[in-house]
């Protein structure tokens, strides 16, 4: 299972941290990612990272201002996204093996 939170309404410039709690597989095994959808877009891959060496990569649309981490100790995945856009205004998941959570809205005001 795959349960996102932390989606909200910001202002372009503001941050926030989105969590993803996972159960029910090991949390370990996996590399994992984010991804995010807007209105009328396809779903597009943002980031991920490795299930050993914590290797991560990003899409270019947000390298640079967000950064994914996952914990170990408490199986949830993270995404700290920084210098937030209007453009950035999606639902986001996280997601392994095709397998995907129910979403977090975050919406960027200019």
């Known amino acids: 299972q795959l349960v996102e939170s932390g989606g909200a309404s910001v202002q372009a410039g503001e941050s926030l941290r989105l969590s993803c709690a996972t159960s029910?597989?090991?949390?370990?095994?996996?590399?994992i990612g984010w991804f995010r959808q807007a209105p009328g877009k396809e779903r597009e891959g943002i980031a991920c990272?490795?299930?050993?060496?914590?290797?991560?990569n990003y899409g270019n649309s947000v390298m640079g201002r967000f950064a994914i981490s996952r914990d170990m100790t408490n199986n949830t995945l993270y995404l700290q996204m920084d210098s937030l856009k209007p453009e950035d205004s999606a639902v986001y998941y996280c997601?392994?093996?095709?397998?995907y959570g129910q979403g977090t809205l975050v919406t960027v005001s200019s």
């Open positions: 990272i490795g299930k050993t060496d914590g290797r991560s």
């Open positions: 029910g597989f090991t949390f370990a095994d996996y590399s």
């Open positions: 997601a392994f093996n095709d397998i």
